[in-house]
T-cell receptor, first 113, second 113 residues
Framework: DQQVKQNSPSLSVQEGRISILNCDYT??????FLWYKKYPAEGPTFLIS?????DKNEDGRFTVFLNKSAKHLSLHIVPSQPGDSAVYFC????????????FGAGTTVTVRA | DAGITQSPRHKVTETGTPVTLRCHQT?????MYWYRQDPGHGLRLIHY???????DKGEVSDGYSVSRSKTEDFLLTLESATSSQTSVYFC????????????FGPGTRLTVT
């Protein structure tokens, strides 16, 4: 049973606008959350993370929000750029798990010019 | 970029043959992971290692074995390949020590005919 879910397989956004990607989790033991970006024929690359003791983390154009009570996190990309077109994976881990990550199925983002 | 390579990058093999994929790191990280990526599933953990000769199963370990005789190398073996093991395989590393970010290799595309 998938413990991390990304219910939107795809997202299309115009260049310059905001992209919002959503992720839900079911395991209440998760206490660290990450977003990865993946281009075709490459490995995923780490984008941004957040600990469960925070509700927001920002890094340049990327902001991750965490709502623990709803078991929900989101990634905001502002403004969206053509180079942001990629697959984005949400991942989660617990401090007792040998740093193992559980991944969502991914959301394909397409930024239109 | 994390010093992590995978070999081979592409392989086509026949059903029933053994296959070994290699992951090599130059970072001296303690933890190493093997994932497979399939459409609709994101990345799923196959096996992981938390030290030399220390390995454990992930969520989709059936049909796979691993070995780690040196810190820098983590081998994934398909004892008798099946068509359901056609996938893209990624290796990842992390130092642990409260760092949850995993760094991924470029992947191996395996086709079992």
């Amino acid at each position: 049973d998938q413990q991390v879910k990304q219910n939107s397989p795809s997202l299309s956004v115009q260049e310059g606008r905001i992209s919002i990607l959503n992720c839900d989790y079911t395991n209440s033991m998760f206490d660290y959350f990450l977003w990865y970006k993946k281009y075709p024929a490459e490995g995923p690359t780490f984008l941004i993370s957040i600990s469960s003791i925070k509700d927001k983390n920002e890094d340049g154009r990327f902001t991750v929000f965490l709502n623990k009570s709803a078991k929900h996190l989101s990634l905001h990309i502002v403004p969206s750029q053509p180079g942001d077109s990629a697959v984005y994976f949400c991942a989660a881990s617990s401090s007792s798990s040998d740093y193992k990550l559980s991944f969502g199925a991914g959301t394909t983002v397409t930024v239109r010019a | 970029d994390a010093g992590i390579t995978q070999s081979p990058r592409h392989k086509v093999t026949e059903t029933g043959t053994p296959v070994t994929l290699r992951c090599h790191q130059t970072e001296n990280h303690r933890y190493m992971y093997w994932y497979r990526q399939d459409p609709g599933h994101g990345l799923r953990l196959i096996h992981y290692s938390y030290g030399v000769k220390d390995t454990d199963k992930g969520e989709v370990s059936d049909g796979y074995s691993v070995s780690r005789s040196k810190t820098e190398d983590f081998l994934l073996t398909l004892e008798s390949a099946t068509s359901s093991q056609t996938s893209v395989y990624f290796c990842a590393i992390t130092p642990g020590r409260q760092s949850y970010e995993q760094y991924f290799g470029p992947g191996t595309r395996l086709t079992v005919t």
